[in-house]
């Protein structure tokens, strides 16, 4: 067993890094680490791991991984993390990097350890979402009751512990920002046990999670926004590394970015991104969190051009700021909003950021302009508005001495009484205030009042304190009722917050994690929703469903939840892998200008029903259909092409004696109340003993109005139609 856990790497590792220390030279490093080793291998008792519990459960492996068996002869970097943790997650590229020097064969394995802090985060299926997410490699073991946590005593998040061949304990790390430690440690290591001989270079059995997975229009979507006027969207297209401006109907009007990360400036073809996540839009212009290159990043839409506005590519440490934006390290920005300065004469010539990675909220100025208490400050300048930098849940009257825990989601509120930002603060699991007014920072619901306790979450309807959220990453104002929305991610729920009485509600979601479009918003379901949004009007509120791979549609008047299809330029993508060609809906028959238009009865449905049309033609007497030539029926949706998704949409006629039957299913996600379907029929017919030959139309306008409840499977409707003689 492991004789008082990490402790027992205390004395000789604390001597080691004063070693370190006074080093000068890389050489004298390597010595003493390697002396080090050699004292460590030379104890009479090896400080061991225990070995995992073999029902625990695994990613990326073909099955159970044995340290003492499968990982015997290996060096093995054990990082203790959980996906929630900002600090966690900047960590990720270290080992990433330490990945791509060594390999298996190399005698090097990383294995994850997931100990959960909120209980969302021991479920498997979400733990795989995360792995997939932050593009994790290697294997993965899910350590729900944080057993190896509790046997080597791990207090914090992430914790590096690094093993020699035989399970026996070597190093530990703590905390993020030992990359050259973690390289040093390591490659000695390796370096010392393959000149005794015990590094093994067998492959570990590894099989990837994102392999299994099949291609989706969105990948973990984070954020979403809408313009003012209410006709665009920008979503951040996070796991494709991407930004996508859609029209309200899923259009894609741009791509920006994709499908891989990396860090370029210039055309949209050009420009990539990593893992980007909050946007804002004004007119023709996007800012990006690009957040895991510890950018901020600006969008023309009338240029095509990206550019960088802030941060410099790695992450930072400075917890003040103040240089001008490209010149200013940042770190994890997480979301972007507008907001106005106090003595400027423009309209969000702020860009207020959710600085996740140092526990703040940054001010980003568009132009030169003041901020509350603050000097003048030039266009360009990038600095910290509210937050001390420590990760706490502490309200102040002085902005500086707040203290916030990985700050994810921001909205503004500009109009009296509340002059606010609101604050979607995760890992305290609250909704905070930033008053605009004197920057104090205020408490409005969840958590608890102790400021150093960061566990107080839960899921429970109620005011102010007594109010319990689970990691919320979103908060979105809607103006028009006076109210604010809330992702309360870890809790798969949408919730409802009126600022004035404290009430925090649930408004959709069961949370169970699942995607389920039920007949009411409580019905249904979503899976870690990460940022949401309100159109100005107060009507649609789109929702990042980031696990479920989708934008959901939540209509706050008539109460329907839908999916929001994303129809690409040349293919529509849909979820059940049925791709409607552009070309199929173009190249259908145009109908002669004098063909009928006939107008149907309105037809109540519901979302996912069938509807079969039953089609009687009649040629006039005398006549007969013309088999060669291209007799069809066809249908058509001007300003609902989201109805057409998956369908088939046009056959042939080739007897008019028989009645044909034309199956039409509704999406189950529906983007309106009410929508407008068109079947049509193109004929060419001959007079009997005559050459002439004619060509006729007709055309079924079916209104339909989509009902919440269920209507029945499947709904007849008669199309019935005489031609007559001209």
């Known amino acids: 067993m492991a004789a008082g856990g990490l402790a027992g790497l205390l004395p000789a590792q604390t001597q080691l890094e004063y070693a370190l220390l006074d080093a000068d030279t890389p050489q004298e490093k390597e010595n003493l680490v390697y002396q080090y080793l050699k004292k460590m291998d030379s104890r009479e008792r090896d400080l061991t791991v225990p070995e995992l519990g073999g029902d625990l459960q695994w990613l990326n492996t073909a099955g159970p991984i044995s340290l003492h068996k499968d990982l015997c002869g290996k060096v093995v970097v054990l990082d203790f993390f959980t996906y929630c943790c900002i600090n966690c997650l900047h960590l990720l590229p270290d080992l990433h990097a330490l990945e791509r020097q060594y390999s298996d064969k190399d005698g090097l394995i990383i294995v994850g350890v997931h100990s959960a802090k909120f209980p969302n985060e021991k479920v498997l299926d979400n733990i795989k979402s995360a792995v997939l997410r932050y593009n994790i490699v290697h294997p993965v073991v899910n350590d729900a009751d944080a057993t190896l ?24 790390l703590v905390g993020e920002g030992h990359r050259e430690k973690l390289f040093l440690f390591t490659s000695i290591t390796l370096k010392f046990y393959k000149e005794r001989g015990q590094i093994k270079d067998n492959n570990i059995g590894i099989k990837l999670y994102r392999d299994t997975l099949p291609p989706s229009p969105l990948l973990f979507p984070g954020k979403v926004t809408v313009d003012n006027s209410g006709q665009r969207l920008v979503i951040a297209d996070t796991g494709h590394h991407r930004i996508l401006v859609t029209q309200k109907n899923g259009q894609i009007l741009h791509t920006i970015g994709g499908p891989s990360s990396g860090r370029r400036d210039g055309r949209f073809s050009e420009a990539a991104f990593n893992s980007p996540q909050g946007i804002a839009i004004k007119n023709n212009v996007i800012y990006v969190a690009d957040t895991e290159n510890h950018l901020i990043r600006k969008i023309d839409l009338e240029l095509e051009m990206v550019t960088t506005v802030a941060g410099i590519g790695i992450q930072g440490v400075d917890k003040e700021g103040g240089a001008k934006g490209e010149e200013q390290p940042i770190s994890s920005p997480w979301d972007v909003v507008f907001g106005n300065s106090i003595s400027g004469t423009q ?13 703040q909220v940054w001010a980003l100025m568009l132009e030169g302009g003041k901020l509350l208490k603050g000097s003048d400050l030039k266009k360009g300048a990038c600095l910290r508005f509210a937050g ?3 990760e706490e849940n502490r309200n102040n009257a002085y902005p500086h001495k707040a203290g916030f825990a990985q700050p994810s989601g921001l909205s503004l509120a500009s109009e009296e009484p509340w002059n606010c930002l609101f604050v979607a603060d995760s890992e305290s699991s609250t909704v905070r205030t930033i008053s605009l007014k004197d920057g104090a920072v205020k408490h409005l619901v969840g958590g608890e009042r102790d400021p150093l306790n960061l566990f107080a979450f839960g899921d429970v309807d109620g005011a102010g304190i007594n109010a319990k959220l689970q990691h919320p990453l979103g908060v979105t104002w809607d103006k028009k009722r006076k109210l604010l929305y809330v992702a309360d991610s870890y809790n798969h729920k949408i919730k409802v917050v009126d600022p004035k009485m404290k009430n925090c509600a649930t408004l959709a979601g ?28 107060g009507r649609l509120m789109y929702v990042a469903d980031t696990n479920n791979h989708q934008i959901k549609v939540l209509d706050l008047e008539t109460k329907i939840l839908s999916m929001l299809p994303i129809l690409n330029p040349e293919v529509c993508d849909v979820p059940d892998n049925l791709p409607v060609q552009k070309d199929k809906i173009t190249n259908l028959p145009k109908l002669p200008k004098c063909a009928p238009v006939l107008q149907l009865p309105s037809l109540t449905v519901a979302p996912g029903q069938t509807i079969q049309f039953l089609l009687k033609l009649t040629l006039p007497p005398d006549s007969k259909l013309n088999e060669e030539a291209p007799n069809s029926w066809f249908i058509t949706a001007e300003d609902n092409t989201w109805l057409l998704q998956g369908q088939c949409l046009s056959g042939e006629i080739k007897d008019v004696s028989c009645q044909i039957i034309i199956p039409f299913q509704l999406p189950r996600s529906c983007l ?3 929508a407008t379907l068109a079947v049509k029929a193109c004929l060419y017919y001959c007079s009997k003993g005559s050459s002439a030959c004619m060509m006729k139309g007709v055309s079924f306008s079916q209104p339909l109005q989509i009902a919440s409840t269920n209507q029945g499977s499947l709904t007849q409707v008669e199309l019935i139609h005489a031609f007559v003689t001209n």
């Not at 946590?149 to 530990?172: A, D, K």
Request: hydrophobic fraction near 35%.
């Open 149 to 172: 946590w509790h046997e080597l005593e791990v207090s914090c998040w992430p914790t590096l512990v690094i093993l020699g061949p035989r399970g026996n304990m070597l190093f530990s």
């Open 347 to 359: 309209e969000g010539d702020v860009l207020w950021i959710a600085m996740a990675g140092t526990h």
């Open 672 to 674: 309106s109340a009410e």
């Open 510 to 537: 069961t949370g169970e994690a699942s995607d389920v479009i039920g007949s009411s918003f409580t019905q249904s379901t979503f899976n870690e929703p990460g940022g949401l949004c309100v159109e100005e009007n």
């Open 388 to 390: 001390s930098g420590n």
